[in-house]
C-alpha cells in the first residue's frame, strides 16, 4: 500500500503516540492480571484450558503419527535411525531416533525440541546433544518443527494464514510435539514411565507448553533460552517469529504459572548470562515465582518438602543463547538423576565421528505436493473457519494498527512499523474465532 504522507512530521508523531498507545495496553493487560494459584488443581485447570484456548490447542485435532518409512546406520557405537513419517493427512515430517542398539529393551525416552538453528535436527549443537544422552542410555528422537530443517518449505516465520484460520503456529508444534510423543510412547523400545522434553530457544517454548499441558505422561523437562516473562516478550519491537506470536496473552498467561504447572515432577530451567534475547532479571524473577510454587505445591499435597524443592532447578551459566558443552553436561547430569541415564564425563567433540552431515536427510527431496502450514490450519478449521481471506495475508490485515496503513510514519529500525503496530496489537486481541471452544469458567 502507498504510504502518501506518511514521512510528515503529523505521521510520524501520531505514530509515535500509537505505539505508546500499544505498550500501555500491553502494560494494564498484564497489570490487571489475576493472582493464581498454579500449585492447586482449580487454577491448573484454568491455566491449561487457557493456554489451549489462546493457541487453538484441541485433543481431536492432535495427529496419530505413522513412521511410513526409515534408514537405519551405524555410528561409533550409535544406531541411528532416520525416519520418515506423516502427522496429519498429507503432512510429511521427518525425524532421527539415536540409540546404542536397535533392539526393542526398554529405555528411557527423550524428546528433542529444535529451536531456530539452521538445519533443524541436523543442526550440530542439537546432534551433539542427543548423541550425549544417547551414549547415557536414552533413546532420543529430535524432529523437525514444522517450516524447519528439511520441512522448511511449509512455511515457519510468516504463516499468517494460520492465524487467520484462527490457529497459531506454536500450537500446531505443540500438538505436532505432542503426537510424536504418543507415537514414541507406543514403542517397545520406550520405557513408558521414563520419558522426558528437553529444548532451547524455541524449543524451550514447545517444552515450556507439553509441560503445562502434559498431566501426567512426562517424567521430567527441560526448558532453556525461553522461560523469562511473557509481558517482556509482548513488547518487543522488532519482528517475531511466527511461533512466538501467541495472541490474546497478554494479561492472560504468564511463563512462570505455566511452568509451575508442572510440579512436582523434575523441572530443569537455564539461560546465558550474555543471551541478549531474555535478559537475566527477568530469569531470576521467573525462577523465584516457580520455585516459590513448587515449594507451595509440596506442602499443600504433604509432601513433606520444607524448603527449597529438589525437583525444580535453574541455573544462569557463562554465555550467550545456544547450548554449549557446560549446558550439555548439565543437561545430562539432570536427566541422569531423573531418568536414571549415566552419561560421559565430556561432551561429544564438535567433530564427533557420528555426527549427521548436513545432507543426510530422511528425504532425497521434499514433496512439492506436501501440505504446508497454511493448508493444515484450511483442514483443522474446515470451511467454515475464520479463513475467508485470500491470497496473501500480512499480519497487519489480522490485526490492524489503530492508524490507517498510509498514515503510519516507518520509525522503527528493526521491522516495518505497519508490522510491529500488529505484532502488540496481536497480543492484547481476543484470539481469532476457531470453531469447538468454550471459554473456561474462573474458579
Not at 210 to 218: K, Q, R, W
Request: proline residues 9%; aromatic residues 6%; negative net charge.
Amino acid at each position: 500500500m502507498e504510504r502518501s504522507g506518511a514521512d510528515d512530521a503529523s505521521a510520524v508523531l501520531a505514530t509515535h503516540e500509537a505505539l505508546a498507545d500499544a505498550h500501555a495496553r500491553i502494560l494494564a493487560a498484564m497489570a490487571s492480571m489475576p493472582r493464581r494459584r498454579p500449585w492447586m488443581d482449580e487454577d491448573r485447570r484454568l491455566l491449561r484450558e487457557r493456554l489451549r484456548r489462546v493457541l487453538a490447542i484441541r485433543e481431536e485435532w492432535i495427529p496419530t503419527v505413522t513412521v511410513r518409512s526409515c534408514r537405519d546406520e551405524r555410528r561409533e557405537g550409535l544406531a541411528v535411525r532416520r525416519l520418515c513419517a506423516q502427522t496429519w493427512e498429507g503432512v510429511a515430517a521427518a525425524g532421527v531416533l539415536w540409540r546404542t542398539d536397535e533392539s526393542d529393551r526398554p529405555r528411557p525416552l527423550v524428546l528433542l525440541c529444535c529451536g531456530h538453528g539452521p538445519g533443524g535436527k541436523l543442526h550440530v549443537t542439537y546432534q551433539r546433544m542427543a548423541i550425549h544422552l544417547a551414549r547415557s542410555g536414552a533413546a532420543v528422537l529430535v524432529i523437525d518443527n514444522i517450516g524447519q530443517g528439511e520441512r522448511e518449505p511449509m512455511g515457519h516465520r510468516r504463516p499468517w494464514g494460520v492465524f487467520a484460520r484462527g490457529l497459531t503456529v506454536q500450537g500446531l508444534i505443540t500438538m505436532e510435539a505432542t503426537g510424536w510423543l504418543r507415537w514414541a510412547a507406543r514403542q517397545p523400545w520406550t520405557d513408558p514411565r521414563r520419558i522426558a522434553a528437553i529444548g532451547n530457544s524455541g524449543g524451550g517454548a514447545t517444552t515450556l507448553t507439553l509441560a503445562t499441558l502434559d498431566e501426567g505422561d512426562l517424567a521430567c523437562v527441560v526448558s532453556s533460552g525461553h522461560p523469562s516473562s511473557q509481558a517482556y516478550t509482548c513488547r518487543k519491537e522488532r519482528a517475531l517469529c511466527a511461533c512466538a506470536l501467541w495472541p490474546g496473552v497478554a494479561g492472560t498467561l504468564e511463563m512462570w504459572e505455566l511452568l509451575a504447572c508442572f510440579a512436582p515432577r523434575p523441572l530443569l530451567i537455564f539461560q546465558g548470562l550474555e543471551d541478549h534475547l531474555f535478559p537475566a532479571d527477568h530469569f531470576h524473577r521467573l525462577a523465584r515465582q516457580v520455585a516459590t510454587a513448587y515449594r507451595l505445591h509440596a506442602e499443600h499435597a504433604r509432601l513433606g518438602v520444607n524448603g527449597e524443592s529438589p525437583s525444580f532447578r535453574a541455573e544462569l551459566l557463562p554465555g550467550g543463547h545456544p547450548w554449549d558443552d557446560p549446558r550439555i553436561l548439565l543437561v545430562g547430569e539432570f536427566l541422569a538423576a531423573a531418568l536414571g541415564l549415566t552419561p560421559p564425563s565430556a561432551a561429544p567433540p564438535h567433530d564427533d565421528p557420528a555426527l549427521l552431515a548436513p545432507t543426510d536427510t530422511c528425504y532425497p527431496a521434499w514433496d512439492p505436493e506436501a501440505a504446508d502450514a497454511e493448508a493444515i490450519a484450511r483442514a483443522l478449521a474446515g470451511p467454515n473457519g475464520e479463513g475467508a481471506m485470500t491470497g496473501p495475508v500480512e499480519l497487519w490485515d489480522l490485526y490492524p494498527p489503530d492508524l490507517p496503513l498510509d498514515r503510519i510514519a516507518q520509525i522503527t529500525p528493526s521491522a516495518d512499523t505497519r508490522h510491529i503496530l500488529a505484532q502488540l496489537a496481536a497480543f492484547t486481541a481476543a484470539p481469532r474465532p476457531c470453531p469447538g471452544y468454550e471459554e473456561p469458567v474462573s474458579p
